[in-house]
């Protein structure tokens, strides 16, 4: 991490999740939270419990839902100078239940709150001025105004020699809108490293096809592809023609959100930290595989020491 920390930008939320599965809040029913959430704030969250120097670039509210989030990442050893608190706009939330068959009803508090309201304050400018690497999340696309501060940062730390990320978690709707549609592309253009989930390794590409996405993005500028498979582990991809497959730790999967951002905080943090692809790829799995077994979306990142003893105690899932 010589030439600084790694950074993100974007949302910062509370998660409140109904304890028992079903469907939508339209009757009174029981809850369990606040659990400090947002894609970005995972990713950083778990990054910086790996051991790699972190940053986050966000908003909360003057509340306790902010201030919740903000102890987390403090605690955790992010560097949290550059969350800016709102007067006026209470913290993101979302509210999630889980259906039977495991898909969810959401109810989001993000557009219209504190999340929405990140700028490109005097301490975001000083974090991106001292940051070596960017992790643009695709879920920050959604806010508008992020995307001006993204690309600020890029420009300034591509010109010092740093290096950017991106997971292409965006929401098919809006990629419908063609403004997104050529940002999105764009950032697929300039990463280094790009993390996709299942099908968005097509979306990114814009072709289907394993090896023939993973060629289209070679040929563009990315130098590695760590795709993530879920139960069934991820496998990166090199420039030079290298496939590294791991399988999946073998896990009872008790809340799946923020597997993807827990596998990139940790690979990203474990190469920024020198170590081989191999042994990157194993923290990333771990990482990803151990916050599945823990209620609330950031409550099973793990240390370098606790994903060790995972690694050790944790057989793979056989293919
Ligand atoms: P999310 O579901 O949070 O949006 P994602 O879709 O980006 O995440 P996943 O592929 O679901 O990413 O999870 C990332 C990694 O975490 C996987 O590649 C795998 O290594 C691990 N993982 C996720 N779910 C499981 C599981 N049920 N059992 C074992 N490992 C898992
Ligand atoms: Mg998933």
New binding site residues.
């Given amino acids: 991490d010589a030439l600084g920390p790694t950074i993100t930008i974007g949302e910062i939320l509370v998660e409140i999740m109904a304890t028992d599965r079903g469907t939508g809040f339209l009757e009174p029913i029981t809850l369990i939270g606040p659990y400090p959430s947002g894609a970005p704030a995972i990713f950083i969250d778990q990054c910086a419990r790996i051991g790699g120097a972190a940053g986050i670039i966000a908003c909360v509210g003057d509340d306790d839902f902010g201030r919740v989030n903000v102890a987390r990442l403090r605690a955790d050893g992010a560097d949290v100078s550059a969350i800016s608190i709102s007067a006026e706009f209470p913290t993101g939330s979302a509210f999630v239940r889980y259906r039977t068959d495991g898909t969810r009803d959401f109810v989001f508090n993000i557009a219209r709150s504190a999340a929405a309201q990140i700028d490109l304050s005097a301490a975001a400018r000083a974090l991106i001025a001292r940051s070596g690497h960017l992790h643009v999340m695709g879920t920050a696309l959604a806010i508008s105004g992020t995307i001006e501060i993204i690309e600020h940062a890029i420009a300034a730390i591509k010109a010092r020699g740093g290096s950017i990320s991106f997971?292409p978690?965006v929401r098919k709707e809006l990629l419908g809108q063609s403004e997104t549609r050529a940002r999105f592309a764009s950032l697929v253009d300039i990463a280094d490293l790009i993390l996709p989930?299942?099908d968005e390794l097509f979306v990114a590409a814009g072709v289907t096809g394993e090896s023939e996405a993973v060629r289209a993005l070679f040929a563009r500028n990315a130098s590695e592809v760590a795709l993530?498979?879920?139960?069934k582990?991820?496998t990166v991809f090199t420039r030079d023609g290298r496939r590294i497959d791991?399988p999946?730790?073998?896990?009872e999967?008790i809340d799946?959100?923020?597997?993807?951002?827990?596998?990139g905080g940790a690979y990203v943090a474990c190469r920024r930290l020198g170590m081989p692809i191999e042994q990157a790829l194993t923290y990333?799995?771990a990482?990803?595989?151990r916050?599945?077994t823990a209620k609330g979306p950031m409550e099973g990142a793990g240390t370098r020491a606790e994903l060790d003893a995972f690694i050790a105690m944790t057989p793979g899932?056989s293919r």
């Fill in positions: 997971d978690n989930s299942g993530k498979r879920g139960a582990g991820s791991c999946a730790f073998a896990v999967e799946p959100t923020g597997a993807g951002d827990c596998f990333a799995n990482a990803g595989a916050n599945v899932r």
